[in-house]
């Protein structure tokens, strides 16, 4: 079945100490969107790339960057992990050929910084 | 900006019952999406339904529909015969265009269906 997948699903660091989470697709879908969710909060979005243009949130703090290599890769790096950072990170894409308008998700990565 | 409020934090209703979350929107805009993603405890955010602006007809899956009411700027969400699987986190969201705009969600609605 096409769909979304985040690995690791779990991810534990260190204050301070730079992380990598990863979002494959296999709907080959041009946009792809990261979003953190904090504990019983609604999802926020950090930034999206439609192919290979990169478009950032206003809000988005400095220490969040992504990069996209191919259609199907999508990463976020956290530079400098802050507690405040904890969260589940989602991925999620889109087609503006299926319309565009409905995202899907993938099962999210959580983040633990010690 | 847009915005979308979920004024009901938490509901709770018995198995095969029917229960219903609320939604209200804020756009300046005439052609929009509306959603409702299911987050079950496992949290993978799932498209429950959606319903087009420009649409003057509920949409509706299975045992979900929704009340669109335009003028209003209110889009509920109606579960019908409520099955324990139920159980989850309902967001609220809304998208302005096509292609690569974001969703808007709302701040959630933690359903529980009892046994």
């Known amino acids: 079945d096409a769909m979304v997948i985040q690995n690791p699903r779990y991810q534990v660091t260190q204050f301070g100490k730079p992380v990598t989470l990863s979002c494959s697709q296999t709907l080959n879908h041009n946009v792809m969107y990261w979003y953190q969710q904090k504990s019983s909060q609604a999802p926020k979005l950090l930034f999206h790339y439609y192919d290979k243009d990169f478009n950032n949130e206003a809000d988005t703090p400095d220490n969040f960057q992504s990069r996209r290599p191919n259609t199907s890769f999508c990463f976020l790096d956290i530079r400098s992990p802050g507690l405040g950072d904890a969260a589940m990170y989602l991925c999620?894409?889109?087609?503006?050929?299926?319309?565009?308008?409905?995202?899907?998700f993938g099962p999210g990565t959580r983040l633990l910084v010690l | 900006a847009q915005t979308v409020t979920q004024s009901q934090p938490e509901m709770s209703v018995q198995e095969a019952e029917t229960v219903t979350l609320s939604c209200t929107y804020d756009?300046?805009?005439?052609?929009?999406?509306l959603f409702w993603y299911k987050q079950p405890p496992s949290r993978q955010m799932i498209l429950v339904i959606r319903q087009e602006a420009y649409k003057q007809q509920n949409a509706t899956e299975n045992r979900f529909s929704v009340n669109f009411q335009k003028a209003a700027k209110s889009f509920s969400l109606k579960i019908s015969d409520s099955q324990l699987g139920d159980t989850a986190m309902y967001f609220c969201a809304y998208s302005h265009n096509f292609g690569n705009e974001k969703l808007t969600f709302g701040t959630g609605t933690r359903l529980t269906i009892i046994p």
């Open positions: 999620a894409t889109s087609s503006p050929a299926e319309g565009g308008e409905t995202q899907y």
């Open positions: 756009t300046s805009e005439n052609n929009y999406y």
